[in-house]
């Protein structure tokens, strides 16, 4: 079992930074690819960044990619999402996943996923 608990949400101004931590439990999440989604309401959750296990690959939509960046610190049994020049359509819930075990490559596919957080809001203000 892998529990995730998502913190670093909150309101920011377009333009501004946020930095979201998702921290996991248990003894195998340095062996589990790592990714981010969000869901907008009225939207299907969308995939946002994902990571390899030993964080080497990443990998983002063009909607995020050159203002989002994935990163995971194995020791701290944790994996982050720094957000840069935040925009309105940014607005959603973000939800950290844990991939299957040993899982080459990046995930990018919501189903492929094992384990969630319970999210962490992110309001964007124009």
């Known amino acids: 079992q892998v529990q995730l608990v998502e913190s670093g949400g909150g309101l920011v101004q377009a333009g501004g930074s946020l930095r979201l931590s998702c921290a996991a439990s248990?003894?195998?999440?340095?062996?589990?690819?790592m990714g981010w989604f969000r869901q907008a309401p009225g939207k299907e959750r969308e995939f946002v960044a994902g990571?390899?296990?030993?964080?080497?690959?990443?990998n983002y939509p063009d909607s995020v990619k050159g203002r989002f960046t994935i990163s995971r610190d194995n020791a701290k049994n944790t994996v982050y999402l720094q957000m840069n020049s935040l925009k309105p359509e940014d607005t959603a819930v973000y939800y950290c996943?844990?991939?299957?075990?040993?899982?080459?490559?990046?995930?990018?596919?919501?189903?492929?996923?094992?384990?969630w957080g319970q999210g962490t809001q992110v309001t964007v203000s124009s």
């Open positions: 248990g003894r195998t999440f340095s062996n589990r690819p």
């Open positions: 996943a844990a991939g299957p075990r040993f899982r080459p490559g990046v995930v990018s596919t919501a189903q492929d996923y094992d384990y």
């Open positions: 990571i390899s296990i030993p964080g080497g690959s990443t």
